[in-house]
């Protein structure tokens, strides 16, 4: 078993454990949302030292038709989950969501996807950029955090809930999950635009120079100010519709489990914006996940690549976990190509975990990473167990 103490975990003889890991997060549908004959991957991820997955299962997975719950496709889950403890890997149960809905991404059932017809762009130069573009996908982002009714009359964050208390009683006697995460990176809806559309708006009032339609040419000044606007607004969302999300999920998942929730911000608090997470209550049953990357992420721009920006980012997350005094385990973090300079970047990375005494899971695992000499420094000496307190 895993224990919270503080700001780090122990293990049942009170020895400090760290977690070093990889994402394992299958979003094919056809494929069940699970990948084929996990075993070898995971002796693999054993004998290189990994000692944690944060294992993807998807809403569209647990609840197809309103109401109904496939056990069957939870128990394929549960076996991943099994079959990883006997490779001596913890898991981190993440309930998954790129886009909200498998309609555009994954996520939500597409009974839960009340996006009222609106139009959704048909390519973005980046899949990330249809969180503002699109139209459907913001819509029923708002529906959801409205608890707006689904075709049988029940709120979508009721369901929502009612979902999750049915899986975490399912996973609560597996052995190897240490925490239920409610969602990765949510997605507030509207808000963001409004917040970058607000952002613009004052920018443009404060400096006569500022150029609305060339935010690269930006001054830091400008920068500072225009972050700062945004920032307000998604800190506000965190604290005002996040925080009390994950105290539903949490009053409802305490009645079926002991296990903790892990609890990240908000889809752009991956980046530089400041998160509005805090404690959910005073009993520690609670894991801090941010995710971080560079504004680089997914693109072909990695030469531009900035480490500062990384270190900075990081260290925000950390003013938030001392506030808050909870263990970290950075959910996400890499995504990088397999190029020359991975390991390096890797190697960057490690530098932040270690001075942090940071817990991880990176992103993500792929057919191959495991033989690829680009990721070598995933692999990495580092005190899995100490019988005191790491310093």
């Known amino acids: 078993m895993v224990f919270i103490r503080n700001d780090h975990f122990e293990d049942e003889k009170g020895n400090q454990i760290l977690f070093n890991g990889i994402n394992f997060v299958c979003k094919n549908k056809e494929a069940g949302y699970l990948f084929a004959d996990p075993e070898p991957v995971f002796r693999r991820f054993h004998e290189q030292g990994f000692n944690l997955i944060r294992l ?200 079926v489990s002991k296990k903790p929730l892990i609890t990240g911000g908000n889809i752009y608090s991956s980046s530089t914006i400041p998160t509005g997470i805090g404690r959910l209550d005073d009993n520690g049953c609670q894991i801090y996940a941010p995710h971080g990357y560079d504004a680089v992420v997914d693109s072909d721009r990695y030469e531009s690549f900035n480490k500062a920006n990384v270190k900075a980012l990081f260290a925000d997350k950390k003013r938030s976990q001392t506030e808050m005094n909870l263990p970290v385990i950075v959910g996400e973090w890499g995504a990088f190509p397999s190029k020359d300079f991975t390991n390096d970047l890797i190697r960057h990375m490690n530098g932040i975990l270690e001075q942090y005494l940071w817990s991880s899971a990176y992103w993500q695992w792929k057919p191959g990473i495991e033989n690829d000499p680009n990721y070598a420094d995933l692999s990495r000496a580092y005190p899995m167990v100490t019988a005191d307190k790491l310093k």
């Open 56 to 255: 993807g299962i998807f809403w569209d997975g647990v609840e197809p038709q309103p109401g109904v719950y496939d056990t069957e496709y939870l128990e394929r889950v549960r076996d991943v989950a099994e079959l990883a403890w006997k490779y001596g890997l913890y898991t981190m149960l993440d309930m998954h969501q790129d886009l909200f809905s498998c309609k555009w991404g994954d996520g939500a059932p597409l009974w839960a996807t009340l996006d009222d017809g609106l139009p959704h762009p048909a390519n973005c130069t980046m899949w990330y950029d249809a969180y503002l573009q699109s139209e459907a996908v913001i819509r029923a982002a708002d529906h959801f955090w409205e608890n707006a009714p689904a075709e049988d009359g029940v709120g979508l964050l009721d369901h929502y809930t009612k979902m999750w208390k049915m899986s975490a009683k399912f996973f609560d006697s597996c052995e190897s999950v240490i925490g239920y995460e409610p969602m990765n990176e949510p997605f507030m809806g509207s808000l963001a635009r409004n917040a970058f559309g607000e952002a613009t708006m004052r920018c443009a009032a404060k400096f006569a120079d500022y150029d609305p339609q060339n935010p690269l040419a930006m001054s830091a000044e400008q920068a500072a100010f225009y972050m700062g606007v945004v920032a307000e607004k998604l800190v506000g969302f965190d604290r005002e519709t996040l925080m009390p999300f994950y105290r539903r999920i949490q009053e409802a998942v305490k009645d």
